[in-house]
Nanobody, 121 residues
Framework: QVRLVESGGGLVQPGESLRLSCAAS????????MGWYRQAPGKQRELVATITSGGSTNYADSVKGRFTISRDNPENTVYLQMNDMKPEDTAVYYC???????????????WGQGTQVTVSS
């Protein structure tokens, strides 16, 4: 069983910062891409940022220059540093990881339970 556990969500005011963490645990060979997605009320889930095991990153245009994704490979943990936050960043943020389990030949997507981020004055 693979688990992704997020932490760090909460309520902040516009312009403030927040850092999300997501740790993967369980039995697996390795993790390829890790990322963050978000879903606002009444909207579809959207990509925020991804990072490969080699450190290559990809960001949604709406967060470029404000959010930074990073990861600690030995700890199987991914982070999302969110700066200069805006009300439109309000959403449930989900962690995602492409995991190769023992006995498998393909990576499988796993998701965290989600953490609420609210930006409001």
């Amino acid at each position: 069983q693979v688990r992704l556990v997020e932490s760090g969500g909460g309520l902040v005011q516009p312009g403030e910062s927040l850092r999300l963490s997501c740790a993967a645990s369980g039995s697996f060979v390795r993790i390829n891409v890790m990322g963050w997605y978000r879903q606002a009320p009444g909207k579809q889930r959207e990509l925020v940022a991804t990072i490969t095991s080699g450190g290559s990153t990809n960001y949604a245009d709406s967060v470029k220059g404000r959010f930074t994704i990073s990861r600690d490979n030995p700890e199987n943990t991914v982070y999302l540093q969110m700066n200069d936050m805006k009300p439109e960043d309000t959403a449930v943020y989900y962690c995602n990881a492409a995991v190769l389990k023992y006995g498998n030949i393909r990576f499988v997507d796993y998701w965290g339970q989600g953490t609420q981020v609210t930006v409001s004055s």
